[in-house]
């Protein structure tokens, strides 16, 4: 099997430090978003909607959307958990990782499509949605500040996909200027550990 993947992009380092944390080893296929090799008919074929990552198993059948590649090695490769044992783990681990994905992730991604104009190609960039975008993931810091001054993590007492998807955020975020200001100490503290874990280089 093998991942098309773009190093530089956030999304598919979700998953690569997903697979690097359950100690999978993957055939990583490299595309150029700027180029559009992600857009060409055969990426298309492998995923209608022409995004990174995808995986691509042996028997040809193609996963796209990073979560589901995700819960793919969560089920064949269970530990460690990433993504919860119980019932209320799953659900908890999984509400953060939507609010995360929603409320930061996908916020700082628009702030960079629609204020930089990389992919102006291929879409109208508004000015304005972008800068709205990034005032919003400013103000989800906020959140996760509050939150990490109860739990060492952002789901619980335990590193999982919501701190994935927060660190890639964050971290991809430098890009269009939205930092953890002094006033998030508990995001910081929480920051400098998950930066250190091995993984995070992947």
Same mark, same amino acid.
């Given at each position: 099997?093998?991942?098309?993947?773009?190093?530089?992009?956030?999304?598919?380092?979700?998953?690569?430090?997903?697979?690097?944390?359950?100690?999978?080893?993957? /055939?990583?296929?490299?595309?150029?978003?700027?180029?559009? /090799?992600?857009?060409?008919?055969?990426?298309?074929?492998?995923?209608?909607?022409?995004?990174?990552?995808?995986?691509?198993?042996?028997?040809?059948?193609?996963?796209?959307?990073?979560?589901?590649?995700?819960?793919?090695?969560?089920?064949?490769?269970?530990?460690?958990?990433?993504?919860?044992?119980?019932?209320?783990?799953?659900?908890?681990?999984?509400?953060?990782?939507?609010?995360?994905?929603?409320?930061?992730?996908?916020?700082?991604?628009?702030?960079?499509?629609?204020?930089?104009?990389?992919?102006?190609?291929?879409?109208?960039?508004?000015?304005?949605?972008?800068?709205?975008?990034?005032?919003?993931?400013?103000?989800?810091?906020?959140?996760?500040?509050?939150?990490?001054?109860?739990?060492?993590?952002?789901?619980?007492?335990?590193?999982?996909?919501?701190?994935?998807?927060?660190?890639?955020?964050?971290?991809?975020?430098?890009?269009?200027?939205?930092?953890?200001?002094?006033?998030?100490?508990?995001?910081?503290?929480?920051?400098?550990?998950?930066?250190?874990?091995?993984?995070?280089?992947?």
């Amino acid at each position: 099997m093998k991942i098309y993947d773009t190093h530089t992009a956030p999304t598919p380092r979700r998953v690569r430090i997903f697979l690097a944390e359950k100690g999978i080893a993957m /055939e990583y296929v490299q595309l150029d978003l700027q180029k559009g /090799e992600n857009m060409t008919p055969e990426m298309r074929a492998k995923n209608p909607i022409g995004k990174v990552p995808v995986l691509e198993l042996d028997d040809g059948t193609c996963i796209g959307e990073s979560v589901a590649i995700c819960r793919y090695f969560e089920v064949l490769h269970p530990e460690p958990l990433l993504m919860g044992e119980t019932a209320l783990q799953q659900a908890k681990i999984e509400m953060w990782q939507r609010q995360v994905e929603f409320g930061l992730f996908m916020q700082v991604g628009m702030c960079f499509q629609h204020s930089t104009g990389y992919f102006k190609d291929r879409m109208t960039p508004i000015a304005e949605y972008g800068e709205l975008a990034g005032k919003t993931a400013s103000k989800y810091l906020h959140v996760l500040e509050k939150q990490l001054a109860q739990s060492e993590f952002i789901a619980g007492d335990t590193f999982s996909i919501a701190d994935i998807t927060a660190l890639c955020a964050i971290d991809f975020a430098r890009v269009v200027k939205i930092k953890i200001s002094d006033q998030h100490t508990n995001l910081q503290r929480w920051y400098d550990s998950v930066s250190q874990r091995p993984s995070a280089k992947a």
